[in-house]
Nanobody, 115 residues
Framework: VQLQASGGGLVQPGGSLRLSCAIS????????MAWYRQAPGKERSWVAS???????AYAESVKGRFSIHRDYAKNTLDLQMSSLKPEDTAVYYC??????????WGKGTQVTVSS
């Protein structure tokens, strides 16, 4: 399985971005998928996830501002980010976990929130 994240960039505080993670393998409905991020000098941390049944969950720091979504037509995992803050600046990674426990990571995409 190959994952490719895209959509990062430079945005002003209060702005929005939509990240997308393209997945090379179908179907992906049975996978548990998530977004993580890693800020400079910090450990990688969980941001949001969505189960195979479509149940989503969010880190407290992004709840109400971020939305995770699976696009079945495009075979992507998306992260809609709004009301962005400087502390959201990080490299964002998508993660896929099979029922077997095998885990795959995509290459990250940089998000910079700055005026």
């Amino acid at each position: 399985v190959q994952l490719q994240a895209s959509g990062g960039g430079l945005v002003q505080p209060g702005g929005s971005l939509r990240l997308s993670c393209a997945i090379s393998e179908t179907p992906f409905t049975i996978y548990f998928m998530a977004w993580y991020r890693q800020a400079p000098g910090k450990e990688r941390s969980w941001v949001a996830s969505i189960s195979s049944g479509g149940v989503d969950a969010y880190a407290e720091s992004v709840k109400g501002r971020f939305s995770i979504h699976r696009d079945y037509a495009k075979n992507t995992l998306d992260l809609q980010m709004s009301s962005l803050k400087p502390e959201d600046t990080a490299v964002y990674y998508c993660r896929l976990e099979r029922p077997s426990g095998a885990v795959y990571w995509g290459k990250g995409t940089q998000v910079t929130v700055s005026s």
